[in-house]
């Protein structure tokens, strides 16, 4: 069944691109917090502010598709997937941060800085994807970059796990970066998720 | 590079997994940092585990355990070495002892038993370690004063971390040489450096901040791309050393280090 195009409601839109855009500053702040670490740790603030922001977002998403009278253009389970994947992508980048704190990380690696790197990436193009809601013919063409990203990711923070098990490294080492680099990939994960639901859009759009 | 507070570091080779495990028990209460082992290892992962004290059954070896307890004794001088296995003849243990053993425990025993014991050859260790202690070594305006895990510049304290003072006593040591990362990683951090980790390049960074500070006239620590760092004071007007007591560091580390210097193939230096 084809869902029937309705007038798209601008807050609605507006919101998600909020959401994108506060997804495409925290992976940024990310990246940058990794790059120097710990020099510029004060970051991991600014994360939990965005990650706040981020909620706040996804709920007035919600409320403005709850509210009587809004027509959605798309499905309200797209639109609930789609803010729950960009919230999701600030909370892992969030996480991160935190675990580095929580962990007493000294110093980066440079596999998870490389990671990082693949999620602002990410975080950019899944920008650019939601901006596409407003002309969805562009919308398809957008989601490729994502894809090829998440490959990325998903390769290198396979071969960062395997490298932590070496003989002789330190279990605590073992430890800490097994989960920071398993949230770094499921930061790059909600991105390909959020790219997933727009495809569906496109789509339906088509 | 021990601090004389700082909880016993012990390793165990043993296969007897019921004794291991009630020695592990009772060393947790005790804030012991333990390492169990089921077959030996050679020196230079003892050596990366920055232990006071290994507890050996030399059964696990056979003829090889003579060899071994001789390898790690001179590999190791302040790894105190304590034998604990079955029954054994009185030349054996006399064998052991005098190979470099520093005690010899028969099984059946107690755990509590092997911890004093432990802990007798970790006191004696300190105390020959507190005789024979080693002057301040002095590098530039630097003086590095092991008997306080710190370093100063004209009696101003620079305040670094117990970590820095280990890798700067580390590079300094080796005065002139090029230490690869992975070598310093090992040496400081008791552990082998994972791929990637740039805690060698964060900690250099801090210690160099401090030197820098402290003797902005100096410079220590030069930077070898891609491979490590050397430890070399420089004056940055090119003023010769000030005369003093360089001389307390060991004659022939100096030596070896200018010895070194001399075949070290110069890459691509910068320096901080």
């Known amino acids: ?46 994360l939990l502010k965005q990650e706040q922001d981020g909620d706040r977002i996804t709920h007035d998403i919600l409320h403005r598709l709850a509210q009587n009278g809004v027509r959605s253009p798309f499905p309200s389970s797209d639109v609930h997937a789609l803010a729950g994947a960009l919230d999701d992508i600030v909370d892992y980048a969030e996480q991160t941060a935190d675990s580095l704190g929580l962990y007493g990380v000294e110093a980066p690696m440079e596999q998870a800085q490389e990671l990082a790197n693949v999620l602002a990436k990410a975080g950019a193009a899944v920008e650019i994807a939601v901006a596409a809601l407003r002309d969805r013919s562009e919308l398809g063409s957008r989601l490729v970059p994502i894809h090829q990203l ?35 990939e499921q930061a790059i994960d909600s991105c390909e998720t959020a790219a997933h639901v727009l495809e569906g859009i496109a789509l339906q759009a088509s | 590079m021990s601090q004389p507070n700082a909880p016993i570091r012990l390793a165990v080779i ?40 290994l507890v050996l059954d030399v059964s696990l070896l056979g003829p090889q355990a003579w060899e071994y307890i001789e390898r790690v004794g001179e590999g190791i001088p302040g790894l105190g070495l304590i034998v604990c296995t079955g029954r054994s003849t009185v030349a054996q243990r006399v064998r052991a002892l005098r190979l470099g053993a520093d005690d010899w425990i028969t099984k059946p025993c107690h755990p509590e038993e092997v911890i004093a014991r432990v802990e007798a050859v970790v006191r004696r260790r300190k105390r020959a370690d507190i005789r024979t202690d080693r002057g301040p070594l002095v590098a530039g305006e630097l003086e590095i004063r092991m008997d306080q895990f710190q370093a100063f510049v004209g009696g ?61 006239g100096w410079r220590y620590i030069h930077t070898h791309f891609g491979i490590g760092y050397r430890f070399q004071p420089e004056s940055r007007d090119g003023a010769a050393p000030p005369p003093g007591p360089e001389a307390v560091e060991p004659a022939e580390a100096l030596e070896a280090a200018e010895a070194a210097e001399a075949v070290e193939p110069e890459r691509s230096t910068s320096t901080a």
């Open chain 1, 150 to 184: 998440e490959n990325e990711g998903d390769r290198l923070s396979r071969e960062a796990i395997a490298s932590l098990f070496a003989r002789g490294i330190d279990p605590m080492v073992v430890i800490r970066w097994k989960d920071i680099f398993e949230s770094l």
């Open chain 1, 1 to 46: 069944m084809r869902f029937r195009r309705a007038a798209p409601d601008e807050r609605l839109l507006t919101l998600l691109e909020e959401a994108a855009g506060n997804a495409r500053v925290a992976t940024e702040t990310l990246r940058d917090l990794l790059a120097d670490y710990p020099e510029r740790r004060h970051l991991a603030r600014e």
């Open chain 2, 14 to 53: 043993d296969a007897d997994s019921g004794f291991v495990r009630v020695l592990a028990k009772r060393l947790e209460t005790m804030s012991w940092q333990f390492r169990a082992l089921e077959a030996p290892v050679p020196a230079h992962e003892l050596i990366a585990m920055r232990l006071n004290a």
């Open chain 2, 156 to 216: 101003q304290n620079l305040d670094l971390t117990r970590r820095e003072f280990e890798l700067l006593q580390l590079l300094a040591e080796a005065r002139g040489q090029v230490l690869q990362r992975e070598e310093i990683y090992q040496r400081v951090w008791g552990y082998a450096m994972a791929h990637g980790d740039r805690s060698v390049d964060v900690f250099v960074r801090k210690l160099r901040q401090k030197l820098e500070s402290g003797s902005p």
